[in-house]
């Protein structure tokens, strides 16, 4: 069955603790945290610190979604304020392959993203590291944004290298994802999928039946 990520970047910060409780009565499986600094991504969002609180709110798993330049000097500390996934940007890194193998070995489970016009010449080199490739579906930086298709389709080449080499990792899709957009992404081979707006937009009283939409066309 499709997993659900709900993006805060969508979410009330003055209401953090009902916005984290409704994720958690809407049945969703993880929290999907966009980490933006301003350089990589032309917005800046929260660090480490609020990263944290959050932490104290759910036992959920987080996945900190690192749109940020150099990630690799802030592993630990997304580590320390309790992050289970650690996903950073191919477009960020020059040492890709050292960066997967350090988030494996403080104990977070490793994940790669791809921006929408990004390919996949890295993914043989680094497939056997990561437990997670977060595709891209708009250009990060802000929520609510248009879903692009083309990037999409990346995702049937994901899998189907995924199951030509009996891979374990999970393929997440990320960026206008909604009850319009989630069938195409599942029948492409989607996971998971992250909605920041389809899922804040709505009263916390729609959200179980939005997630039970959403995973209504998955597998
Ligand atoms: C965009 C972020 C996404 C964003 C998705 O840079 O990486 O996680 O919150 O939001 P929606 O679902 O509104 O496109
Ligand atoms: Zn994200």
Known sequence: MVKIAPSLLSADFTRLADEIRSIEESGADIVHLDIMDGHFVPNITFGP???KQIR???????DAHLMIEDPGQFLQAFKDAGSDWITVHVETERHLHRTLQQIRAI???AGVSLNPHTGLDWLPSVADLMDLVLVMTVNP???AQKYIPAAAAK???IAAFRAKHKLPFEISVD?????QTAPEVIGLGADILVAGNAFFSRPAAERPALLRRLRSHGK
């Open 56 to 62: 104290a709110l759910t036992k959920l798993p987080l």
């Open 175 to 179: 960026g206008g994802i909604n009850e």
């Open 107 to 109: 104990g977070c489970k």
């Open 155 to 157: 995702i049937r080449d």
């Open 141 to 143: 930086g802000f929520g």
């Open 49 to 51: 610190f609020v990263v």
